[in-house]
């Protein structure tokens, strides 16, 4: 009966994925309410508990792939592939129009910018601190510093290697987490309790998972207004990056 078991899962991998991300959602956020009292968004610790499945996979396994190269798991790597976050992308895209984005009036407009820039610089001090000194790993990682979704988006778009895209989705992520954990605790101290103050936010940020986590474990009602130049800012590096941002870089560090 085991057997049989298992082979209906290996079989249909992408549903059994789709049935274990539900899961540890859940799990995760039972520990967000009984065990951090909201103060820790649920999305957080998942992102965390993923990882943490993902180191374990790996050493067991001796793989590449994380959790993804254990048989019975092996639908995460098409749950979590190129084809899902190229959806995940254009799907968050067709929820925002620019009507709302003029909406949020110049101050939003600039916010965006001012983000992407800066994380984008704060990426490459961090590329240039493992050593890297080339263009392409640059512009990668600076662009993984903004976004886990720009960083796979420009490093495959100008031929980054398996290691520094990784390396790109690392910074991204421990970017979402830590928005997401320190927003409730920061909120109070940078007036993050307005419509206005949450576009600003989302847009320097830009994380939209860390923005909308973040700021649902503060105020819900804020989520709508963060996410709306989060998503844009989204969208935003994965343009500027592999052109605009890849030429700097190109011209002042080279190929």
Known sequence: MSDDLFNVFVDNGLVFAFALIGAIMFVAYLISRYLTRGHVHGSAIAIVLGLVLAYIGGVHSGGD?????????????????????????VATAFGASMNELK????????????????SFVVGIVI???????????????????????????????????????????????????????????????????????????????????????????????????GALTATFYTGLSCLLGPSVIFLIMRATFGV
Do not use: C, H, W
């Open 65 to 89: 792939s994380g959790i993804a190269d254990v048989q019975l798991f092996t639908g995460i790597s098409l749950l979590g592939g190129a084809m899902m976050r190229d959806f995940a992308i």
């Open 103 to 118: 909406r949020a009036g110049l101050v939003g407009v600039i916010s965006l910018f001012v983000g992407v820039i800066l």
């Open 127 to 225: 590329g240039l601190m493992f050593g890297y000194t080339d263009a392409i790993s640059l512009t990668t990682i600076g662009a993984g510093a903004a976004t886990y979704i720009a960083g796979p988006v420009t490093g495959s778009a100008i031929g980054a290697s398996s290691e520094v895209i990784t390396l790109s989705i690392a910074a991204g992520l421990m970017k979402s987490v830590l928005t997401m954990s320190a927003t409730p605790f920061v909120a109070k101290y940078i007036g993050l309790n307005n419509p206005r103050s949450a576009i600003v936010f989302g847009g320097l940020l830009g994380t939209t998972s860390g923005v909308s986590g973040g700021l649902a474990a503060t105020n819900p009602k804020l989520v709508p207004y």
